[in-house]
């Protein structure tokens, strides 16, 4: 079996997290920039990955602070799939990827970073995408800067409601 390993990620892990949820934190400011929110509905929200995986990493998540997608009822649960839905089609609007990475980390164990809060990851990406410099030198390469990103989807977000 073979190991990638990743011990830039052990900084966040270790580090200092904190005292608030960023997913509930301010959720009056529909649309920031400084929160890296995009979306913010009745039921659910998308907002950007401050430490993305890859370049326009996306988190959507309940607006209600669960941590198990079973404790959503009927309409949250498919709010919140409509939502991971027309996220994936905006992305593919705006960036034209080649293909998707979609999780949901439930519990510690699982591997869940936000573990009081459920989120998934939408995870665009492209051939090559990932390439040695993580493995050489510890260094993601992500192609613009988060507030460039922002500004662009910022701008297909403005109008979507669910």
Known sequence: MNCLWAP????YILGD???VCIFCSNPDIKDSMQNLVLYRGKLSMVMMNKYPYAF???????NKHVNALDDLDVTEASNLSILLQRSLILLKEAFEPEGFNIGLNQGKAAGAGIEEHLHFHLVPRWSGDVNF?????ETRTIPEHLNETYEKLAELFRDLEI
């Open 8 to 11: 830039w990620r052990m900084e």
């Open 17 to 19: 997290k904190p005292d």
């Open 56 to 62: 326009s990493h996306l988190l959507i998540a309940p």
């Open 133 to 137: 410099m993580p493995l050489l030198c």
